[in-house]
C-alpha cells in the first residue's frame, strides 16, 4: 500500500505549472508553456522521490491544448528525449504515476463531436504515459459522464464508445463513481461488460450511494475483483468533505483521526491510496510519516522547520506545545505533531500572531536588507496593523526578499504557502 497526491506540489520552488488561453496559444507560447511544466515535473517528480512519495497523479495541464488542433507541436518527437529522461527517473523511484481527464472528456455523450474530442482527449493522455515509457499499471481514470435523461441509453453508449477505443487505451483506463449519476454498483456493473477495472471514490460514495447499503471496504473488495494483474495493484481515491464548503469540496487538509479510522478498516486490503486534497504533497507526508514510519521527534526535524513560522503565524501556544513536544528525539510523535498544524490550519486569522512571525522572518532578512526593503517592509507592516493591507501581501515581500538572498531554509518555509 503506498499513498500518494494529485497533479501539484504545495510549498516547493520551481513546481508551479504554466497555462495560456486559447488566444494566445502559437507554437512559440507552447514550446515554452511545455519545456516550463517538463521542468516543474522534473522537479516535483524529485521531490517525491525524496519523501517516499510512490503514487503521483501528473496534471492534464502538462502540455497545453495537448488535444486540441491548435497545438501544432510535435511534442512526441521534439521532447522525446525529455520525456525518456523523466521517465528513467519515474521508473527508477518506483513512482506509479496516472493522469486523470477533465469533466469536458465524455465518452458517453450523444454528441458524435464531444465523443470524437473526448477520444483524442483519451489518446493524448495516453500518449504522454506512453512517452514516459511507463508500463500499464500507470492508469487513465474517466468519469462515466452525463445522463442526458436517460441512463440505460447512456449507459450503452459508453460501453459501444469504449469497445471503439484503441487496445493501447483501453490497457490503462480505469473508471470512477461520480457524486452525481453514476454510483460504485453502477460503474461496477459497466465494468462487467467492459472489462475496465473500477476506482472507488469515497467522498462521491458518500454523496452518491447505491440503493445497497454495504460498507465502503465491502464496495472496496468488489472493485479489487475488477483489477487484474497487469493492472497493478488495486487504487482508490480518499478525500474529506471541507467543512462549510460546497458539498463535494474537498477539505484543506486530510485530518489524521478519520483518515487513520478509515485506513484500518482496509487493513486487509492491498491498495494504493490517492489523496485528493488542497494542500497535495503535505497530506501524502503526514499520513506516510504517521502511518508507515510513525516519524520520531528526530526526523520530524525537517518537517518542524518548514511549518513553524507558519504555526507561529497561528498561535504561539502552539508553536511552545510542538517545541515542547519534539525535544525527546527518540520519541514517536507524529499523530501528536500533526493533529498541532491541524489545530493551527483551522484557526482563524490572529493579527498579534501574524505580526510576531512576519517580524521574525524579517529579522533573517533585516541584516543585509536595503533601505528600500526596510521601508517596504514597515509600510506595508504598517498597513496590515491600521486594517488597510493585508497579511499576504506582508509575506509575499518576505518571500521576494528571502528568494533574492537565495535563503532557502525560509523559501521552502510553509509560511509563505499556506
Not at 87 to 101: C, E, F, L, N, Y
Request: net charge neutral; proline share 2%.
Amino acid at each position: 500500500m503506498v499513498i500518494g497526491y494529485a497533479c501539484l506540489t504545495i510549498g516547493v520552488p520551481n513546481t508551479s505549472l504554466s497555462r495560456c488561453i486559447l488566444k494566445n496559444a502559437t507554437e512559440d507560447r507552447i514550446r515554452s508553456i511545455t519545456l516550463a511544466n517538463l521542468s516543474a515535473l522534473e522537479v516535483m517528480i524529485d521531490y517525491n522521490t525524496r519523501n517516499m512519495i510512490k503514487l503521483f497523479r501528473i496534471s492534464s495541464d502538462i502540455i497545453p491544448f495537448g488535444s486540441h488542433p491548435m497545438n501544432q507541436v510535435n511534442w512526441r518527437v521534439d521532447y522525446q528525449d525529455i520525456l525518456g529522461q523523466l521517465g528513467q527517473k519515474i521508473v527508477k523511484a518506483g513512482i506509479r504515476v496516472s493522469m486523470h481527464p477533465g469533466q469536458y472528456t465524455v465518452l458517453n455523450s450523444f454528441d458524435s463531436r464531444i465523443v470524437l474530442r473526448a477520444i483524442e482527449d483519451l489518446e493524448f493522455h495516453d500518449h504522454f504515459l506512453t512517452s514516459l515509457g511507463v508500463d500499464n499499471t500507470c492508469k487513465l481514470v474517466l468519469h462515466i459522464g452525463g445522463v442526458y435523461g436517460d441512463k440505460k441509453t447512456a449507459i450503452r453508449t459508453f460501453i459501444n464508445n469504449y469497445n471503439q477505443l484503441s487496445e493501447s487505451i483501453k490497457q490503462r483506463l480505469i473508471i470512477e463513481n461520480d457524486d452525481k449519476n453514476y454510483n460504485i454498483q453502477e460503474v461496477l456493473q459497466i465494468s462487467e461488460l467492459t472489462g475496465a477495472p473500477v476506482v472507488f471514490d469515497n467522498l462521491h460514495h458518500r454523496l452518491n450511494p447505491p440503493t445497497l447499503l454495504l460498507p465502503d471496504s465491502e464496495w472496496i473488495k468488489r472493485c479489487n475483483a475488477t483489477w487484474t494483474n497487469k493492472d497493478g495493484r488495486q487504487k482508490i481515491h480518499y478525500s474529506q468533505q471541507r467543512e462549510g464548503g460546497v458539498i463535494g469540496s474537498h477539505s484543506d487538509t486530510i485530518f489524521l483521526t478519520p483518515f487513520i479510522e478509515y485506513y484500518n478498516e482496509l487493513s486487509n486490503n492491498d491498495v494504493d491510496i490517492m489523496l485528493e486534497v488542497k494542500d497535495k504533497n503535505l497530506s501524502a507526508v503526514k499520513c506516510i510519516n504517521t502511518i508507515f514510519h510513525n516519524a520520531t521527534a528526530k526526523e520530524l526535524e525537517v518537517e518542524w522547520a518548514r511549518y513553524q513560522y507558519f504555526v507561529l503565524s497561528r498561535s504561539a501556544k502552539l508553536y511552545q506545545e510542538i517545541h515542547e513536544l519534539l525535544k525527546d528525539k527518540n520519541s514517536s510523535v507524529a499523530k501528536e505533531f500533526y493533529e498541532r498544524i491541524e489545530s493551527a490550519l483551522v484557526l482563524p486569522e490572529d493579527q498579534g500572531a501574524q505580526i510576531n512571525a512576519a517580524q521574525q522572518v524579517w529579522g533573517y532578512i533585516s541584516k543585509d536588507s536595503t533601505k528600500a526593503e526596510k521601508n517596504r517592509f514597515e509600510k506595508l507592516m504598517e498597513a496590515y496593523i491600521q486594517g488597510t493591507g493585508e497579511i499576504q501581501t506582508v509575506r509575499k515581500h518576505l518571500l521576494k526578499c528571502a528568494e533574492g538572498r537565495k535563503l532557502e531554509y525560509l523559501v521552502n518555509s510553509l509560511y509563505f504557502y499556506l
